[in-house]
Structure formats: structure tokens, C-alpha cells
């Protein structure tokens, strides 16, 4: 449609006026096809500015979300094919819980804001519009039960890989859903799946993802000290549909349709590399339950493996488990 055009070419010179003549050259049509097009964009809330010497244009400095740029970032990325983006979503992951039955492998599902985002064990996920990317992947895999466990860690692999690449510096990854920077949490990761009630097979699985990029005044008092966001470590962070297509694309190639399951030793090498807390003392919670143990690492299924303080090693598998640093035991 002529108002996608006309909004793609306002979007790829932001900040800058550009006349409906010149609109009108560059699209092959007339000026009064234009002025349409830039009003019916208007209409529909889209953030282009009519100005008085007749151009139009789009802020310079605004972070725009919307799909065209998102599908632009995605181009040729698998994932991603098909984008479902909301100005709003209590969370990604209910939303698409409630779509994934039909939807196709790889559908995107977005919000610029979430009002009941939430994490593991319904842990809070603060999520006010403009302040980060808020996303799920519906995935549709044919892996076996026991490979499951592997969308988060290749989730957390991929926002690591993804800001490594978009700001300059690697995050570390606090086993086995949270990224963080220097000790507090840029990024957490909420992976649910159904199973088939016949087959016991996977039906589908949602990896959620949300990242901080920045952090207002209105953070809640108790993430203050423990979250950070991009623009505490990054001059100049990238756009909010560059960082969801750097994610996604490096999700895609460490999942590589499923076949990740066949090269699971050098991933879970890569995820080491970048373990927090290896070799320091942690506390574990486990329900009412809390106790201390140096972390050790993990072992080829990705599970946390731990030294208790008699000698001995336990393995823990995420479900409803916590562990914190501690400087003591």
C-alpha cells in the first residue's frame, strides 16, 4: 500500500523533512496520492509530522516499534515469519498460550508495554512502554522431553550474543534464565510448554524474553540495586526492533530448527564460559528451604551441579528453584 511506502522512506530518513514532491518522485506518483498517504498514517496514530512548508517527517529521536521495522531487522531470519505486536499485553507468554495451539512455528509475539509480565515461580518482570523489548518465540520443535531445558539456556545464550554484538560488551548468565552485568539483571527469560495428552509429546514451547534497555524514575523500590538496563552500559543502545531482531536471529542459529540437540556438548561448553559464580559460594531456596553450597558448574544435560558443605554433589534442575551469591556460608 502507497502509506507503507511513504512511511518506509519518512522512517529510513528520520529526522529529516522530505517535501511531497519529492515523496511523490521517489514513489512515481502525485503529490495529492502523497498528502492521502501521509494523513491516513496520521490518522492511524503513526508518528509522522505534517509540517508547514509542506514535508513531512518523522521524529529523530523516536524509538519507533512497529512491525515494518521489525520485519525489515527479521529479514531472513526464520523466525519471525509471522509478527504479532500489541501496543499492550498483561504478558507475552498468556497471550500467546492462548494462540500457540494454532499458530506456526517461529510466530513472534510482542507488546511495547506489559502490565503482568512475570518471570519464573510468577516473580514480577517490570515492563513499562518504552523502557525494553517484552517478547515471546512460539516454538513447534519435535525434540524429546529431556532436550527441553535447552530453550532457556539457548535463550540466554542469545541476548548475550545479540548485546555482545549491538553494544560492545558480554554479559555473564546467572543459571538458568536470568543475563546479567556486572552483578544485576539486564535481561530474565520464561520458558512454558504443553505437552500432548496422549503422545506425552511437546506441543509447542514459548521462550519469553524481556530486556531492560532503560530504567526510569518510576522503577519499582526493590529492583533498584538489582536491575540494570543497556543504557547504563552501552553510550548509545540500539532500537527496540534491533535488539528483538538480534535476539531472534541468534536464536535461530543456535536453535537451528531443533537440530541443537546434536551438538549439545559444545553449546553447554559456549554457556560455561559465561556461567556466573563458578567455583563461589551460593545460597539454594528451595520452598521454605534454604541452604548453602559452592556452584560447580553444570553437567551435559545443563542442570546446575553444586558441592554441599560435607563434600558431596547435588544436582538441581531449575523448577522451583533460587540461588543467590553469597559471601559467606
Known amino acids: 500500500m502507497l502509506k507503507d511506502e511513504v512511511y518506509h522512506l519518512l522512517r529510513q530518513r528520520r529526522g529529516e523533512t522530505i517535501s511531497g514532491s519529492d515523496l511523490a518522485r521517489a514513489l512515481g506518483v502525485s503529490r495529492t496520492a502523497v ?7 496520521i490518522d492511524e496514530g503513526a ?73 519464573r515461580m510468577e516473580r514480577r518482570f517490570h515492563s513499562p512502554e518504552g523502557g525494553g523489548v517484552y517478547f515471546t518465540i512460539v516454538l513447534r520443535p519435535h525434540f524429546a522431553l529431556d532436550a527441553l531445558n535447552f530453550v532457556t539456556l539457548l535463550s540466554a545464550m542469545a541476548v548475550r550474543d545479540a548485546v555482545e554484538k ?31 495428552a496422549e503422545s506425552g509429546r511437546i506441543q509447542y514451547v514459548l521462550a519469553g524474553i524481556g530486556i531492560n534497555i532503560r530504567l526510569g524514575d518510576e522503577l519499582p523500590e526493590e529492583l533498584r540495586g ?7 552500559h552501552c553510550a548509545a543502545p540500539p532500537s527496540r526492533a534491533a535488539l528483538i531482531a538480534g535476539v531472534v536471529r541468534e536464536f535461530d542459529r543456535l536453535y537451528d530448527e531443533g537440530r541443537f540437540i546434536h551438538r549439545r556438548g559444545s553449546l553447554l561448553e559456549d554457556y560455561r564460559r559465561d556461567l556466573c559464580w563458578v ?38 534442575y531449575a523448577g522451583e528453584i533460587k540461588i543467590r551469591r553469597e559471601t559467606q556460608i
Open 35 to 41: 498528502w492521502k498517504a501521509a494523513h491516513q498514517l
Open 47 to 119: 508518528p509522522v509530522e505534517p509540517l508547514q512548508s509542506g514535508g513531512y517527517r518523522i521524529p529523530p529521536q523516536l524509538d519507533l516499534l512497529d512491525e515494518m521495522e521489525l520485519r525489515e531487522e527479521l529479514c531472513g531470519s526464520r523466525l519471525g515469519e509471522k509478527i504479532l505486536l500489541f501496543d499492550r499485553l498483561d504478558s507475552t507468554n498468556n497471550y500467546a498460550k492462548s494462540v500457540a495451539a494454532d499458530a506456526a512455528d517461529g510466530t513472534l509475539v510482542v507488546a511495547r508495554q506489559q502490565t503482568a509480565g512475570r518471570g
Open 166 to 196: 549491538l553494544c560492545g560488551f558480554r554479559p555473564s548468565i546467572k543459571w538458568p534464565n536470568d543475563v546479567l552485568v556486572d552483578g544485576e539483571k539486564l535481561c530474565g527469560i520464561l520458558t512454558e510448554s504443553a505437552l500432548e
Open 226 to 232: 538489582v536491575a540494570t538496563a543497556l543504557d547504563r
Open 279 to 316: 567455583n563461589e559460594r551460593i545460597t539454594i531456596l528451595r520452598g521454605g528451604e534454604a541452604y548453602a553450597a559452592v556452584l560447580r558448574g553444570l553437567d551435559d544435560e545443563g542442570h546446575l551441579v553444586v558441592e554441599l558443605p560435607g563434600g558431596g554433589l547435588e544436582t538441581l
